[in-house]
């Protein structure tokens, strides 16, 4: 049995988390499928940069197909709409007793059950700032929530593990049994993000403009519904309270969660979400479909419109695929959908 920590992704969130692991004391072993990023990390080893800390670790890193063994623990960090792929890859090397950790953005774990079994995956919710600048060099950009716990809401031994050992890479880190409400409070902040992102502007400027809130607004409140009808009790976080974005908040509650999330990502050196990176930068498919579409799913078979998120799925392809360019007036179009 192998015993270092498998990160599989090690770009912006995993490269972080797998840096900052390191620097604790333990063995960390990368997995990517970008080539010339394993050849860097092999080479001249992984390059953190930006204002929390900054450092050059040594470690081991293998294309998915080159790794062999098995390992206990290990942390997915790939994209959300790369999630099957690899966890048909990773669950190669899972021993029966082994666990994975869905450390992405989005509903990740419901596809991590069917393939790996729900037993041997635990959630898990993050929301610093991180980017991946080019191989072998990731920025981590700001702080950010970072909570742990078991997909059936129970408190374990290894939940307790997983929860000391991202407390040291975030001294303020949870472990809860409500690890659904977090990702779904993520959703419905990520519907905001995906919101921000049809503009070039900055997410705090976006979040900060009265004409861009009372659309934002409606798209969140379409999540947020689909959350309440489920019997989901979706959970704050970093200045966001998906409250002030559901079926009974005033507007006041809503202003004041859009104010707090406005200082929140003031403060970070990460000005536009990895959303747009990937629109604006990468110039590559974002986790859309992965993080928007299950909402769509899910609400229409409870019944629950989500018209605003349906158009908005559509408007980042089209970005994606060169049919529109990044502009507020997006969001102007999609607040007309429902005008």
Not at 211 to 223: D, F, I, N
């Amino acid at each position: 049995m192998s015993q270092p920590i498998l990160i599989w992704g090690a770009g912006a969130i995993g490269g972080t988390l797998g840096a900052a692991f390191i620097r604790a004391g333990e063995d960390v072993i990368f997995v990517d499928n970008v080539k010339e990023h394993v050849d860097a990390i092999n080479e001249k080893g992984l390059k953190i940069v930006g204002p929390i800390f900054e450092d050059t670790v040594k470690a081991r890193a293998y294309l998915p197909q080159e790794l062999e063994g098995e390992y206990q623990r290990t942390f997915l960090c790939v994209k959300a709409h790369h999630t099957e792929a690899a966890a048909k890859s990773l669950v190669q090397h899972l021993p029966a007793d082994g666990y994975v950790v869905s450390a992405q953005n989005g509903l990740n774990e419901r596809v991590l059950a069917r393939i790996a079994g729900d037993h041997r995956v635990v959630g898990c919710f993050v929301n610093f700032g991180a980017d991946y600048l080019e191989p072998g060099v990731v920025q981590y950009s700001g702080h950010g929530a970072v909570v742990i716990g078991e997909l059936g809401g129970r408190f374990t031994d290894r939940a307790e593990d997983i929860y000391e050992l991202m407390r040291q890479f975030e001294p303020k880190a949870l472990i809860t049994n409500n690890i659904w409400g977090f990702l779904w409070g993520k959703l419905i902040y990520g519907a905001l993000l995906f919101g921000t992102a049809l503009t070039n502007d900055s997410i705090a400027d976006v979040l900060a403009n009265p004409a861009a809130r009372p659309v934002l607004r409606r798209l969140a409140l379409e999540v947020a519904t689909v959350a309440a009808i489920n019997n989901i009790r979706p959970e704050a976080f970093d200045g966001f309270d998906p409250a002030a974005f559901g079926p009974l908040a005033s507007p006041e509650q809503t202003d004041k969660s859009f104010d707090d999330m406005v200082e929140h990502n003031r403060r970070s050196a990460k000005s536009h979400s990895g959303i747009w990176r990937d629109l604006a930068v990468r110039k590559r498919k974002t986790e859309v479909d992965a993080q928007v579409m299950p909402v769509v799913e899910i609400g229409k078979e409870s019944r629950v419109p989500t018209p605003l998120a349906a158009r908005l799925i559509v408007m980042i392809h089209e970005i994606e695929d060169g049919k529109r360019e990044l502009d507020m007036a997006n969001l102007q179009e999609l607040a007309n959908l429902t005008a």
